[in-house]
């Protein structure tokens, strides 16, 4: 399973932003997306996921991080095999290197050694 991240960028505090993932390759078998992130200096940190179960989208369960409950969205598009988060009410501390994840389980986790595959980062930066 490949994953590319994109859709980072400069943006000011009280700005949003919509990151995607795209996944290809042999994605049957995949349960589950997540974002995390990593500022300078600090570790990983688990940001949201979407699972599903019953090969249906429609039951997945949406978990976040406190930090960025009621100002992220986590959501997918079936058709295009992508996942995207919408983060609005950005603020400086959101500044990170974001990657998304795949895992196997069909169980919402934050752990990120539960997620199997990987993609390169995308750079979100939020000034004040």
């Known amino acids: 399973v490949q994953l590319q991240a994109s859709g980072g960028g400069l943006v000011q505090a009280g700005g949003s932003l919509r990151l995607s993932c795209a996944a290809s390759g042999r994605t049957f078998g995949v349960n589950g997306m997540g974002w995390f992130r990593q500022a300078p200096g600090k570790d990983r940190e688990f940001v949201a996921t979407?699972?599903?179960?019953?090969?249906?989208?429609?039951?997945?369960?949406?978990m976040y991080a406190d930090s960025v409950k009621g100002r992220f969205t986590i959501s997918r598009d079936n058709a295009k095999n992508t996942v995207y988060l919408q983060m609005n009410s950005l603020k400086p501390e959101d500044t990170a290197i974001y990657y998304c994840a795949a895992a196997l389980t069909s169980i919402p986790t934050a752990l990120a050694e539960r997620y199997r595959y990987w993609g390169r980062g995308t750079q979100v930066t939020v000034s004040s």
């Open positions: 979407i699972t599903w179960s019953g090969g249906t989208w429609s039951g997945g369960s949406p």
